[in-house]
């Protein structure tokens, strides 16, 4: 089973900020967060990854709480090409056993 | 540089058929995974290799299922004999080392098995 919950769908109007939640109460010390992002009918994408860390990349910031136990991934400035399903997963970074896609988040942008 | 290329793209065969799937990974890269994606159960991981050498096919469905990666640069999955069931998108995807943490996927065999 996944290691993480997300909402099923979320809706955002284009050119706002999109904040995607990701619970993962159960996290190890040595696992990270990942993102991955899949548009229809393509294969997932990697977005960000993280371990305590806020992170930052060209496409999304990945925000982590002090306790690790939940994590947010936002989109700063939402388009109608980031219209996918979003996937958090934990795992360790060492180690590739059981990486598990849970159903992700579907993120609708709105005109 | 190319990315994770599949081949075939689509595939429809009949029940009973014996159906090889292929994937070429980015070159340099250890790890080789294949996942099938479904409306009902999502993606699932099936198998994954490093340095073409098998290290969990528990995600393998039944003895129907399977893969072999011969070199660095191929890998297949086959199904045989086929059945409607195994109607699904599969996808192969390739990473350099696990601390990077990004799998690089291609773009998936559709498969439809009448």
């Known amino acids: 089973d996944a290691k993480t919950t997300q909402p099923p769908s979320m809706d955002c109007a284009e050119g706002r900020a999109a904040n995607l939640p990701c619970n993962h109460s159960t996290i190890s010390g040595n696992e990270y967060v990942y993102w991955y992002r899949q548009i229809h009918s393509q294969g997932p994408q990697y977005i960000i990854h993280g371990l305590k860390n806020n992170e930052t990349n060209e496409m999304a910031s990945l925000i982590i709480t002090e306790d690790r136990k939940s994590s947010t991934l936002i989109l700063p400035h939402a388009t109608l090409r980031d219209t996918a399903v979003y996937y958090c997963i934990v795992r360790v970074g060492t180690s590739y056993d059981k990486v598990i896609f849970g159903p992700g988040t579907s993120l609708s942008v709105i005109p | ?114």
Not at chain 2, 70 to 98: G, H, M, W
């Open chain 2, 1 to 114: 540089d190319a990315g994770v290329i599949q081949s075939p793209r689509h595939e429809v065969t009949e029940m009973g058929q014996e159906v090889t799937l292929r994937c070429k990974p980015i070159s340099g890269h250890d790890y080789l995974f294949w996942y099938r994606q479904t409306m009902m159960r999502g993606l699932e991981l099936l198998i994954y290799f490093n340095n073409n050498v098998p290290i969990d096919d528990s995600g393998m469905p039944e003895d129907r299922f399977s893969a072999k990666m011969p070199n660095a640069s191929f890998s297949t999955l086959k199904i045989q004999p086929s059945e409607p069931r195994d109607s699904a998108v599969y996808f192969c995807a390739s990473s350099l080392l696990p601390e990077t943490g990004e799998l690089f996927f291609g773009e998936g065999s559709r498969l439809t098995v009448l």
